[in-house]
């Protein structure tokens, strides 16, 4: 049909047009932030504050100062960590809304080997605390994705309900049989200075866990676009039958990569435990599991992309308080823009569905 | 009661109706007419332009040419709702109902005059009762749909219709999906409404039910009609030879299979149940020898998916026995199957042989993603992918850009052509060929059966399983008809012909 070069030309064509799709892509997360900051820059006059310097100080907040940087890139280990445990198992079809939960199941399980051998060098202390609440975490989703395999059972039904199982019985725990003696609060006795993560930025609390994000962010990419098993996860995701017809064991898929997604919350928990609360406590996540699906969803199910989701939505967050106490406007504003991310990055279909059908209107009309 | 409508006799008439998708015409010149309280069937294989003529009729498509009269007054018909209020009432081969509501709310969805915005449910409730008992429907408007059996969900289509004021009743193959008793009942129901004064249209392939049900018979052949009969005038055999068709079909010269070709496939008596604990298969025999195509003809929904699914390994029979090469692989996985030198190209390609938002490389390598030299210690090797899936391009000749566009943008017959690379490539023994040039044009159909033919030269055994019998006649080194789940008879290709075929595929066997 083609000689060589027309061939090598449609080829650098394609090659182009594929990087304009993929910045399109990027471009509708960016879109959703921008958008949602306009929106919210309204909402912020009508509190009758400059929008300019209440954002002002809100990046001020986030990034202005050597702690703010490490406060926010703090504030991203849990989101960016269970973001992408969240991003394998949305891969693979498997709507895991059941973080939070792996995560406190997680959290407690590190902390309680760590109370158990306080004693132990932290160079075997520490990875046998985050193995202890990688496997609980993997252990507590994987229930919902056997409950799915045999019984047909909804795991996004049943995720969301084993979160409130988790969270009160780990409630109930540090009230009762592992609380401090002597304390009144719904909290573990102080972990041993050699089961706490080591600071790596001094006057902060920046910990090691930062560089274990990052580097599981890069194992998670190179897992999910180099490997079989990540290979097998975006095909079973995209077309479980085809590929169940074509000898992957989809159930194994399903369920690996929930192990994954568990693990990975149960990782974010032991960060914050031995990272920043130094001992597990009754409330040891503001919402990171869920806020972390929006991450995932927002870095577009790329491990990359949930990395700068998670930074970006951990500024706002540490932002927030120095907006509120600079120019009054209230921290909530900041939670209303990122819920107002969300419902403009998951309508982003609905916006181009409507511009389509304008542009139809239009042609009828003319 | 309504008046008396005998006094206009032709209720419906459709003339010179042509449609054309693209260069092919679906409908060429057709007509039909109906009578009032009459029963037409129509009569054809698929894809002899039976639904087409249907979508016209349901405003679904608009024909090219030909004129349409109801009541003997010229009618456009503009829109599926315009079609509803000229009296015509279309029930799907597929319903059209939601589970969760009442049958009541079914009815009413989408209908102002039941009440806007709040439907009167229970006014409708009433006039549904009235409806059933004057038809006979015996239908609780109150009862939920799930609930329902299949026959009576059936029969609430049919009062959703009358409900809407449908005068002529389309029933597009009403039962593929029925018990014998269901359709006894429906038949019934049928006789019922044309006593009233309704017209039917019938849509089927299924000759018995044809001769049992209808006044007069439209038979549809590639978008013409071959016949339109009384059915006094007709008989079963007669109808088969009009359905099928008579003409020569090319018979390529390739060598017979030698005699003592030694069996590769053999299936021992498979029983599958569907979901509603229905037998599909029933009991099946066959056997597919090397260097053979053995043709599984026979008419849609006789158990071919089921039969093509049960041997790839993704449905697990009830009962029976499956051996590849002597081994019993009934209870291996698809995966292992494929391992023993089974390739699969699925009816369905776009739902299961491809995934169609990957790029055409990861469509390669769906089956051999875990092995070597695709893979190494589970780390995928990109090189090898490039440059394999780049030799398969070019060899198959699948036109395209690039091995990173995705499934979704190749045509349909490019599509196929990538199932065949990759399951060809992998040097199976056993191929299961499904609906192997459905949706394809002359050329991509003459390529794959090519293809098909290279591999039985090659020593490998084909189950070649399609509906279309031009297809089958020229492929088949043996032919059996598949009837009901069940193997009616095996032919040689030397015996085999169309008339007989025909007759088997319809459930006839005293030939």
Redesign the interface.
Same mark, same amino acid.
């Given at each position: 049909m083609f000689n060589k070069a027309d061939n090598h030309n449609i080829e650098l064509e394609f090659k182009k047009q594929r990087r304009a799709e993929t910045l399109t892509a990027a471009g509708s997360s960016i879109g959703a932030v921008i958008l949602a900051l306009i929106i919210g820059a309204v909402i912020i006059r009508l509190l009758g504050v400059n929008p300019f310097d209440a954002y002002r100080a809100l990046i001020d907040g986030a990034f202005g100062t050597k702690n703010s940087i490490a406060e926010t890139l703090l504030r991203a280990v849990p989101l960016a960590i269970t973001g992408i445990g969240i991003t394998a198992a949305f891969r693979a079809s498997i709507f895991n809304v059941g973080a939070e939960g792996q995560l406190y199941l997680g959290a407690t399980s590190a902390v309680c080997v760590g109370l158990a051998f306080p004693t132990l060098h932290p160079a075997i202390l520490l990875p046998l605390m985050a193995i202890a609440g990688m496997i609980t975490g993997a252990l507590w989703g994987g229930i919902a994705v056997l409950l799915k395999l045999k019984f047909n059972a909804n795991e996004m039904i049943n995720t969301i309900m084993m979160n409130y199982i988790a969270i009160y019985f780990v409630s109930w725990l540090v009230h009762g049989p592992i609380q401090q003696p002597g304390s009144p609060l719904g909290q573990t006795a102080g972990l041993s200075d050699n089961a706490i993560l080591p600071i790596i930025l001094k006057q902060t609390r920046l910990h090691i866990g930062f560089i274990i994000t990052l580097l599981m962010v890069l194992l998670t990419g190179f897992l999910i676009y180099r490997t079989v098993w990540g290979y097998q996860i975006r095909v079973t995701g995209k077309n479980m039958f085809a590929s169940q017809a074509a000898g992957i064991k989809v159930k194994w898929v399903f369920l690996s990569s929930m192990l994954f997604s568990g693990a990975m919350a149960g990782l974010a928990g032991f960060f914050e435990a031995a990272g920043i609360q130094h001992r597990m406590i009754e409330n040891i996540s503001s919402g990171y599991g869920y806020t972390a699906i929006v991450v995932a969803l927002l870095g577009q199910l790329n491990p990359f992309g949930v990395l700068l989701a998670a930074i970006l939505f951990g500024g706002l967050q540490i932002g927030a308080s120095t907006m509120e106490t600079a120019v009054g406007v209230p921290a909530s504003a900041v939670t209303l823009i990122q819920y107002l991310i969300v419902i403009l990055f998951i309508g982003r279909k609905a916006f181009s569905l409507i511009i389509q059908q304008m542009k139809k209107n239009r042609k009828v009309a003319a | 009661m309504h008046p008396p409508l005998s006094s206009q006799k032709v209720n419906l008439q459709m003339q010179g109706i042509t449609v054309r998708y693209g260069s092919f015409i679906a409908n060429d010149g057709v007509n039909i007419s109906v009578d009032h309280g009459q029963t037409l069937a129509l009569l054809g294989e698929n894809g002899a332009g039976k639904t087409t003529l249907m979508k016209v009729l349901a405003g679904i498509i608009k024909p090219e040419s030909g004129r349409i009269q109801i009541n003997g007054k010229e009618v456009q018909i503009l829109s599926p709702i315009h079609s509803q209020q000229l009296g015509i009432g279309m029930v799907h081969q597929h319903f059209m109902l939601i589970p969760t509501l009442s049958v009541a709310k079914n009815v009413c969805i989408g209908l102002k005059s039941a009440g806007y915005p709040f439907p009167n449910i229970l006014k409708v409730e009433n006039e549904l009762i009235k409806i059933s008992e004057k038809y006979n429907l015996q239908i609780d408007p109150k009862a939920i749909v799930s609930t329902l059996s299949v026959g009576t969900q059936q029969r609430v289509e049919i009062l959703k219709a009358l409900y809407r004021g449908a005068k002529i009743l389309i029933l597009d193959e009403p039962t593929s999906i029925l018990t014998p008793q269901e359709t006894h009942g429906l038949f019934g129901i049928i006789k019922f409404l044309t006593g009233q004064g309704c017209s039917v249209i019938f849509i089927s392939h299924k000759l018995n039910e044809v001769m049992e049900i209808s006044d007069r018979i439209t038979v549809l052949r590639q978008g013409k009609v071959t016949a339109e009969i009384s059915k006094d005038e007709t008989n079963e055999k007669d109808l088969s030879i009009l359905m099928v068709g008579h003409e020569f079909t090319k018979k390529r010269t390739i060598k017979p299979v030698p005699p003592e070709a030694s069996e590769l496939v053999k299936i021992d008596r498979i029983t599958y149940f569907d979901e509603r604990k229905l037998p599909v298969l029933r009991e099946l025999d066959l056997t597919v020898k090397k260097g053979e195509i053995h043709g599984i003809a026979g008419v849609d929904g006789n158990g071919q998916v089921e039969l093509a699914k049960v041997l790839?390994g993704?449905l697990r029979p009830d009962s029976g026995r499956i051996f590849i090469n002597g081994n019993d692989v009934t209870k291996l996985?698809?995966?292992? *199957?494929?391992?023993a030198g089974l390739a699969?190209i699925?009816g369905d390609r776009q *739902?299961?042989?491809?995934?169609?938002?990957?790029s055409l490389g990861?469509n390669f390598?769906?089956?051999t993603?875990?092995k070597e030299p695709v893979?190494k210690h589970?780390?995928?090797n990109f090189n090898n992918i490039r440059n394999t899936s780049k030799q398969l391009i070019k060899d198959y000749d699948i036109?395209c850009?690039?091995v990173?566009?995705t499934a979704a943008t190749l045509s349909g017959g490019n599509q196929q052509k990538l199932v065949l690379a990759r399951e060809f490539s992998r040097m199976p023994k056993f191929i299961i060929a499904m609906q192997p040039s459905r949706g394809l044009d002359v050329g991509a159909t003459e390529f794959v059966h090519e293809k098909l033919l290279e591999q039985r030269e090659n020593g490998n055994g084909i189950l070649l399983i399609s509906t279309e019998l031009d297809e089958i006649f020229e492929l088949s080194d043996r032919i059996s008809v598949i009837y009901e789940g069940k193997i009616l008879a095996t032919l040689s290709r030397e015996v085999a012909n169309r008339e007989r075929i025909g007759l088997l595929m319809t459930g006839k066997t005293d030939v």
């Open positions: - | 790839a993704i996985s698809p995966g292992k *199957r494929i391992t699969h699925p *739902r299961l042989g491809l995934v169609m938002d990957v990861e390598i769906l089956e993603s875990g893979s589970g780390i995928l036109r850009i690039s990173d566009q």
